[in-house]
């Protein structure tokens, strides 16, 4: 057997412009940028033949979601656990501001020598616990009939649950694409 999950991130909003955390608490829709972004990834999601796009519950991911499904003329299922981590005391501050009153859990976060899986922000999820939401995700999808996925969902939690199959990649773009492949009982990151 063999499934093709095309995972993306979705277009901009004014939070990401704005260099602000927005985590799994904020739902803010995108921008005129993250509209026009998310209709150039249909364009390029158009000729892989999707058979439908399960989204995180948020609009920013949902807005996403519909350009590229209506692009492929597929429908649309929103999925919880699709979200984005939560970070807890750190959403809606800057960047900048999250360093200065957390500077310890910042520097572990963005240690790309250890990558610490368990730290966390108050109230908020550690990197492991977003890992491992996704993974279970992703095996529950194994099991529908469809074949080749678009998934929309999160910087962070796409980040974290990629790396489970030993794919680092650092800061990603807005509707940025990863193309996941599950075939005869392994999974993989196909280059393309």
Known sequence: MRKD?????????????????QGCGIDTDLNENGIRQAHELAEVLA???????YSSCLKRAVETAAIV???SGVAVKKIEDLREGCFGDAEGMRKVEVAEKYPEVFELWYDDETDYMDVAFPGGETKHEMQERMYNIFEKLLNTAEDVIGV??????IRYFLLKFGFSLGRMPNTALFHLVYEDGDWFVACE
Request: no cysteine.
């Open 5 to 21: 999950f095309y995972i993306f991130r979705h277009g901009e909003t004014d939070y990401n412009k704005e260099k602000r955390w």
């Open 47 to 53: 000729p892989k033949n999707l058979q439908i796009v």
């Open 69 to 71: 499904a209506k692009a």
């Open 152 to 157: 929309a969902s999160h910087g962070s939690s």
